[in-house]
């Protein structure tokens, strides 16, 4: 069965370029979630995606961040004029809802390093 | 008040021993903590779970136990394997909503 899946795997770019990082949630899944990881820290939550619901963009560090979700199913997450500071491990995951509360299931993660 | 304290950072322990990472919460709003588990180059997995409403549960070598009054809660591994080997990291939400993790235990089991 297929699980969650993320590409691309590596992204390497230079500073000021834009980046998209694209997230495939398991099939049937309503709830799809971004965390980032940082070298040596934990996640830090980015954005939640739960059905036709507008989109919690709470965790989302700056207004260069972006995320859209086509037809309740991929997702895309965008940054823009990426910085240094945004190189890190970017996890999707998505969750079935089909219960309170459910399992979130991840993917292997973005690497994205900006030069 | 959404912050989740992990300790430790770090954890050697000798094949066929007991595992220990500890977790505290702030936010009494949570009503879930799951345990991730996750090796390089992997997204985390999740390993086990637990409800405020029981004080313990266990997997297999894999034990949760919650306080809510002191709004602790601790794994345990026992019998620790080489293939546990792994980054671990607490979390905790309420509903559905977005997890908040702890920032991870590297755990190295040492023959």
């Known amino acids: 069965g297929a699980g969650v899946s993320q590409s691309p795997s590596n992204k390497v770019t230079e500073k000021g370029k834009d980046v998209e990082l694209r997230c495939d949630p398991i099939?049937?899944?309503?709830?799809l979630y971004w965390y980032r990881q940082s070298l040596g820290q934990g996640l830090e939550f980015l954005i939640y995606?739960?059905?036709?619901?507008?989109?919690?963009k709470s965790g989302l560090p700056s207004d260069r961040f972006s995320a859209e979700r086509t037809g309740g199913s991929v997702s895309t997450l965008t940054i823009q004029r990426t910085q240094q500071e945004d190189s890190a491990v970017y996890l999707c995951?998505?969750?079935?809802?089909?219960?309170?509360?459910?399992?979130?299931?991840f993917g292997p993660g973005t690497r994205l390093t900006v030069l | 008040q959404q912050q989740v304290k992990q300790s430790p950072q770090s954890l050697i322990v000798q094949k066929g021993g007991i595992s220990i990472i500890n977790c505290a919460y702030e936010?009494?709003?949570?009503?879930?903590f799951p345990w991730y588990q996750q090796f390089p180059g992997k997204g985390p997995a999740l390993l086990i779970a637990?409800?405020?409403?029981?004080s313990e549960k266990k997997e297999g070598r894999f034990t949760i136990s919650f306080n809510k009054s002191a709004k602790q809660f601790s794994l345990h591994i026992m019998d620790s394997q080489p293939g546990d080997s792994a980054t671990y990291f607490c979390?905790?939400?309420?509903?559905?909503?977005?997890?908040?993790f702890g920032t991870g235990t590297r755990l190295t089991i040492i023959p």
């Open positions: 995951a998505s969750s079935l809802l089909s219960g309170r509360p459910d399992t979130q299931y």
């Open positions: 099939s049937g899944h309503t709830a």
């Open positions: 995606f739960q059905g036709n619901s507008a989109p919690d």
């Open positions: 936010n009494t709003a949570f009503d879930y």
């Open positions: 637990i409800r405020p409403d029981v």
């Open positions: 979390a905790a939400n309420f509903g559905n909503e977005k997890l908040t």
